[in-house]
C-alpha cells in the first residue's frame, strides 16, 4: 500500500515546526552560556584590583565623562601633552611665558580663566640662554615663588623633573623644544623617519602628563615649506593634540598669530 503524498501545506508546516524546534533549543542554550559567562564570582575583599573595568562601571565615574580641563585656555590641559609647532622665532617661547605669568598669579588668560590647583609652573628651557628666560618672565612679573626653571642641562631631564613633582606639584611644564629635549637626553635629534627614535623621545613626557594629571606643552618647529609641523608621525601619534601657529602675511597686526589645532577632542581654530 502506498502512502499518501503530503501536501505543500503540510510539508510547510512541519518545516516551521522544526525551525520553531531548532530556535527553541539554541535560545536556551545562549541562555544557559550567557549566564555561565556573566556568573557573578565573589571575590575576597584581600585580592588585588582587576585590570580591567565594565564600561557601566567606568561610565559612573564623573571625571571620565569629562573632556580635558584646560589648565591654560586653548594651550594646555590637565594630564595631557600637547604640541604646539610654529615658525622659528615666532613667538612660541613668549607666548608660554605669557602664560606661565598669568598662571603664576591665578589671572585669565586669553580673556579666559587659568584653572588653579597648585598655580605653578616648570620650564625645561633647552632652546635659550637661562637668562634670557630669567629676564622675560622677570618682565612679565611672573611669581617667582611658582616658577621653576631647569638649570642642569646635562642629561636626566625626566628623572629630575618627576623628582621635582614628587614634592613641588606643577599645574603646567614647557618643554623648549623637543627637538632640544631628543638631543640633550638622546644625544642626538632622531631623523624625520625614526619613527622609534622619535617615539623613544615622546611617548615618556605622555606617560608623565597621563600619570601625573599634569599638563605638558612642548615646543616645535614647522616646514618652511608648508608651515605644518615637522619631524616623524610618531611625534603626532604620541601628543594627545597638537597645535599649529601661523603668521599670517597679510595681517594688519605683525603680533597677530593663528592656530589651528587637531587632537583627541576638538579644537576650534583662534587667533590671538
Not at 22 to 34: S, T
Request: net charge negative; with cysteine; glycine share 6%.
Amino acid at each position: 500500500m502506498i502512502a499518501p503524498t503530503k501536501g505543500p501545506l503540510e510539508r510547510l508546516a512541519n518545516a516551521s515546526e522544526r525551525i520553531a524546534d531548532a530556535l527553541e533549543k539554541l535560545a536556551a542554550a545562549r541562555a544557559r552560556d550567557e549566564v555561565r559567562h556573566f556568573e557573578v564570582v565573589p571575590g575576597r575583599l584581600d585580592e588585588p584590583a582587576p585590570a580591567f573595568a565594565t564600561l557601566g562601571y567606568l561610565q559612573d565615574q564623573p571625571k571620565l565623562l569629562e573632556p580635558p580641563e584646560n589648565i591654560i585656555p586653548r594651550l594646555a590641559y590637565c594630564g595631557r601633552l600637547v604640541a604646539l609647532a610654529g615658525p622659528d622665532k615666532s613667538g612660541k617661547s613668549t607666548l608660554m611665558a605669557h602664560a606661565m605669568a598669568a598662571l603664576s598669579w591665578g589671572r585669565p588668560f586669553l580673556d579666559e580663566p587659568v584653572s588653579i590647583r597648585t598655580g605653578r609652573a616648570v620650564l625645561v628651557g633647552l632652546e635659550e640662554s637661562l637668562s634670557d628666560e630669567v629676564r622675560r618672565l622677570k618682565g612679565l612679573e611672573a611669581n617667582p615663588d611658582r616658577i621653576q626653571l631647569l638649570v642642569d642641562r646635562q642629561g636626566g631631564v625626566l628623572p629630575n623633573v618627576r623628582e621635582l613633582l614628587d614634592d613641588w606639584r606643577a599645574d603646567l611644564i614647557v618643554v623648549d623644544s623637543i627637538s632640544e629635549y631628543a638631543r640633550v637626553t638622546m644625544g642626538e635629534v632622531p631623523s624625520n623617519g625614526d619613527d622609534a627614535g622619535w617615539s623613544a623621545v615622546v611617548r615618556p613626557l605622555a606617560a608623565l602628563a597621563h600619570d601625573l594629571d599634569v599638563a605638558i606643552v612642548v615646543l616645535h618647529h614647522v616646514r618652511r615649506s608648508d608651515g605644518q609641523y615637522r619631524g616623524a608621525s610618531e611625534i603626532a601619534a604620541a601628543v594627545d593634540a597638537i597645535l599649529e601657529m601661523e603668521v599670517p602675511k597679510s595681517a594688519n597686526d605683525p603680533t597677530e598669530r593663528r592656530f589651528t589645532g587637531r587632537g583627541r577632542w576638538h579644537i576650534e581654530p583662534f587667533s590671538i
